[in-house]
């Protein structure tokens, strides 16, 4: 809630709640189906701790997805207790998935399939953002890495 008083976006605020959920994840707390189920649980925990993230629109994801994020938006915006009995039992389904959805390999795979579905205009834009809010040690930095890659692909 802290990024919230900063005045951060809401996707950075959520960032937070994907962050956490991958770190119980890789601790063994709970596992996931996939990587893409681990950051649903995230943006749905964010949703419930009344981030103004809204619900997916129809057709972009399945609509079980879309309904529990619908479920989770509302009870955020009016901050009443979740039930023990079905966190008990959320968790509980959670403890018998694999934690190796949360691997490096698997946030890695998952990302590019995302990526791959946004156009490249817009892939562009968010890079020249990036780099115009890193400040110059970071954008330096990056530009190294950037370079060492394209040595390590142009082979």
């Given at each position: 809630?802290?990024?919230?008083?900063?005045?951060?976006?809401?996707?950075?605020?959520?960032?937070?709640?994907?962050?956490?959920?991958?770190?119980?994840?890789?601790?063994?707390?709970?596992?996931?189906?996939?990587?893409?189920?681990?950051?649903?649980?995230?943006?749905?925990?964010?949703?419930?701790?009344?981030?103004?993230?809204?619900?997916?629109?129809?057709?972009?994801?399945?609509?079980?997805?879309?309904?529990?994020?619908?479920?989770?938006?509302?009870?955020?915006?009016?901050?009443?207790?979740?039930?023990?009995?079905r966190?008990?039992?959320?968790?509980?389904?959670?403890?018998?998935?694999?934690?190796?959805?949360?691997?490096?390999?698997?946030?890695?795979k998952?990302?590019?399939?995302?990526a791959?579905?946004?156009?490249?205009?817009?892939?562009?834009?968010?890079?020249?953002?990036?780099?115009?809010?890193?400040?110059?040690?970071?954008?330096?930095?990056?530009?190294?890495?950037?370079?060492?890659?394209?040595?390590?692909?142009?082979?």
């Open positions: 809630m802290r990024d919230k008083r900063q005045g951060k976006s809401p996707s950075t605020q959520a960032g937070e709640f994907v962050h956490e959920e991958i770190k119980k994840i890789r601790k063994g707390e709970h596992g996931a189906r996939s990587a893409k189920q681990a950051i649903a649980i995230g943006l749905n925990e964010a949703r419930r701790a009344g981030v103004d993230l809204k619900p997916p629109k129809k057709g972009k994801t399945s609509e079980k997805t879309r309904k529990s994020a619908e479920g989770a938006y509302e009870s955020g915006q009016e901050h009443k207790p979740i039930s023990r009995k966190s008990r039992a959320r968790v509980r389904a959670l403890k018998r998935e694999s934690t190796s959805s949360a691997s490096h390999s698997a946030l890695s998952q990302a590019r399939t995302a791959k579905k946004r156009t490249a205009s817009s892939r562009s834009a968010a890079a020249k953002k990036a780099a115009a809010t890193k400040g110059p040690r970071k954008r330096s930095v990056a530009a190294k890495k950037a370079a060492r890659t394209r040595a390590r692909h142009s082979k």
